[in-house]
């Protein structure tokens, strides 16, 4: 029975991750590696409160008692006998075996591991545990307040049990689990990366501006959002560091990243969160 959750990591989908938790009910323990970076992401979940306060679509009272389910702490030790614990730290497949190696320490042995990676295979973080049974993906998709969809991730060596714990707890928290296997980019991405990777190369090759690309696929295809757009909302960065991975394991051509991308990283063009990326963002 899932009733505490530990989520490691109170970043942009660390954050999110702890809204959705703590307005499900559960007992949520977030964590991060100080101080600043905890306020700042409680301080992220309260303004997304507000302003569904403001449209009417939650309460003072309402948020009061979400925020009450949430505790924080910058020591990992205090997250011990919580029955899940989330990792969504950066994309950084060394500093994610560091917190899973010490938290298989510290947490008890029942405990549910679980990771929010969107690119790391889930056996290979298993692998650096004792509890290789109870460990799963759970990718939630940004922002994880709006998005629905939850990949739950089973490893080769994930119970039957523990499989079934996660997909219902992805359930209780609102959003529409889906059944993935243990493969770089899971469903979603190793399906949408080739997609915005050939729209990058496309413009590149001056195929047609980039408001036209992006109009082409939003009213041709029914896509909410362009390629272009969506990779500055991800981004570049982001996109570039998948696409490396999966090259790196499928050595198709499909997920070679464009020259371009790589410039635009080079040069500090990340996207919507550094102000400009194939779009200026800065007015």
Do not use: W
């Not at 004792?130 to 629905?148: A, C, E, S, W």
């Not at 739950?152 to 993935?180: H, I």
């Amino acid at each position: 029975m899932i009733n505490k959750v530990g989520i490691v990591g109170c970043g942009q989908m660390g954050s999110g991750i702890v809204q959705v938790t703590a307005a499900a009910g559960f007992s949520v323990v977030a964590n991060e590696a100080t101080d600043e970076l905890l306020d700042k992401g409680i301080s992220a979940i309260e303004k997304r409160l507000d302003k569904a306060i403001e449209k009417g679509k939650m309460d003072a009272a309402a948020k009061a008692k979400l925020l009450a389910n949430i505790s924080r702490t910058v020591e990992l030790e205090e997250m011990k006998d919580c029955d899940l614990i989330i990792e969504a730290i950066t994309e950084d497949i060394v500093a994610k075996k560091e917190v899973f190696k010490d938290l298989d320490k510290i947490c008890k042995k029942e405990t549910i591991f679980a990771s929010n990676t969107s690119s790391i295979p889930i056996g290979d973080l298993a692998a650096v545990t004792g509890r290789r049974d109870r460990f799963v993906g759970l990718h939630f998709f940004n922002p994880v307040p709006v998005m629905k969809l939850v990949e739950v991730v089973r490893t080769l060596d994930t119970s039957e049990e523990c499989f079934k714990a996660a997909f219902e707890f992805a359930g209780k928290v609102g959003k529409a689990p889906v059944s993935a296997k243990d493969t770089p980019g899971f469903i979603v991405n190793v399906l949408l990366i080739p997609y915005l990777l050939d729209a990058i190369r496309q413009y590149e090759n001056g195929l047609a501006t980039r408001e036209d690309i992006d109009n082409a696929m939003m009213l041709g295809c029914g896509h909410p959002m362009g390629p272009l757009t969506l990779t500055d909302f991800i981004g570049l960065d982001t996109t570039l560091f998948i696409a490396d991975i999966f090259f790196d394991e499928f050595k198709d051509h499909h997920y070679a990243a464009p020259p371009l991308l790589r410039r635009m990283v080079a040069a500090g063009y990340l996207g919507k969160k550094s102000g400009r990326g194939f779009y200026d963002y800065r007015k």
